[in-house]
């Protein structure tokens, strides 16, 4: 199942926000060793504000296993704020692109189970831009994940540089090329259960 809320929802979702905070921290504090801030076991940063939108895949205890969250680019965002020289050209800024960031997947997950969490997590990315009146979405990452889940319509911004200790790329992917229909083919992924705070069930 997939949850989608922001600070304004979170407690319709019981743990979901401490739960997604508590993934951040164990993927990219302690299993990557990054410095990223954190309080205790929790992972933030300056992007976690009210217009951040967080969705989380929980397993059938109900346990926080797969993040995505989503920044308009209306705001600040990483990307703009952080690494604009990945971008040749103006970094996007509008209403109708969001900002991938902050993907993570805990990697205790049996792999049969683990290897669908990103490609339903995003469904529910195509299924919230698609009725956000969105046009696509950005990110940075390594060049080979990006292109491993979404197979045609990668657009490249810039040119790869050394980010936290991978070389990654910025990347721009049209709102009707999000869906991973391969994987979702080849896992037998249908519609994907998706709940938000403005609607108890839809179908990515």
């Known amino acids: 199942m997939i949850e989608s809320f922001s600070l304004s929802t979170a407690h319709l979702f019981q743990d979901a926000m401490v739960a ?23 992972e933030f940063d300056e992007f976690d504000t009210p217009s951040a939108l967080y969705l989380v895949w929980r397993d059938s ?3 926080v296993r797969g993040l995505i969250r989503l920044l308009r680019t ?3 965002y990483m990307l703009q704020s952080h690494w604009p020289h990945l971008v040749e050209g103006d970094a ?19 792999p049969k189970v683990r290897r669908t969490i990103i490609p339903e997590l995003l469904c529910a990315v195509s299924e919230h831009v698609g009725r956000s009146d969105g046009i696509g979405v950005i ?3 390594r060049p080979h994940l ?11 911004l810039g040119a790869p540089d050394l980010i936290e200790g991978e070389i990654e790329r910025a990347f721009y992917v049209p709102w009707e090329h999000i869906r991973p229909a391969y994987h979702c083919m080849k ?6 259960l998706y709940c938000s705070g403005r609607a108890t069930e839809r179908a990515a």
């Open 92 to 110: 996007p800024s509008s209403e109708q692109i969001w900002e991938m960031t902050r993907v993570c997947v805990d990697k205790s997950v049996a």
């Open 146 to 156: 990006i292109s491993h889940f979404v197979r045609d319509g990668v657009c490249w």
């Open 20 to 42: 997604q905070a508590r993934l951040r921290y164990k993927v990219f504090v302690e299993r990557r060793g990054l410095p990223h801030q954190h309080y205790e076991d929790l």
């Open 74 to 76: 209306d705001r600040p």
């Open 139 to 141: 990110g940075v990452t």
């Open 61 to 63: 205890e109900r346990v």
């Open 187 to 192: 896992y037998g992924i249908g519609n994907v």
